[in-house]
């Protein structure tokens, strides 16, 4: 059973940036395609951003592309969300999740999940 912690939320302010972790605790990891997620108050989870097992396809939400990039060290089991530009709209917790085969934005295809991180931008 793969376990997810996520690391890296905080308070940024309109325009800057953050860059959030998520560690897996197994080693097969690499087996995982990743995905990002969302959840603003009120509203459903979002898809943010998924990367394929090699790290070498990624897949964004138009609300974030060109300010946000996915990345992933199969070595340090660790999957990443570098996120620049950063807006108010952007305020949500961050969530990342696992799944064997690669599930996109779907997130009822992603049998694993972290417990979550807050991000706050403020303007």
């Known amino acids: 059973q793969e376990q997810l912690v996520e690391f890296g939320g905080g308070q940024v302010q309109a325009g800057g940036s953050l860059r959030l972790s998520c560690a897996a605790s197994?080693?097969?990891?690499?087996?995982?395609?990743m995905g990002w997620f969302r959840q603003a108050p009120g509203r459903g989870r979002e898809f943010v951003g998924a990367?394929?097992?090699?790290?070498?396809?990624?897949s964004y939400a138009d609300s974030v592309k060109g300010r946000f990039t996915v990345s992933r060290d199969n070595v340090k089991n660790t999957v990443y969300l570098q996120m620049n530009s950063l807006k108010p709209e952007d305020t949500a917790v961050y969530y990342c999740?696992?799944?064997?085969?690669?599930?996109?934005?779907?997130?009822?295809?992603?049998?694993?999940w972290g417990q979550g991180t807050q991000v706050t931008v403020s303007s």
């Open positions: 999740a696992a799944n064997a085969r690669w599930a996109g934005g779907h997130a009822d295809e992603y049998a694993y």
């Open positions: 197994e080693r097969t990891f690499i087996t995982y395609s």
């Open positions: 990367i394929t097992r090699s790290g070498e396809g990624t």
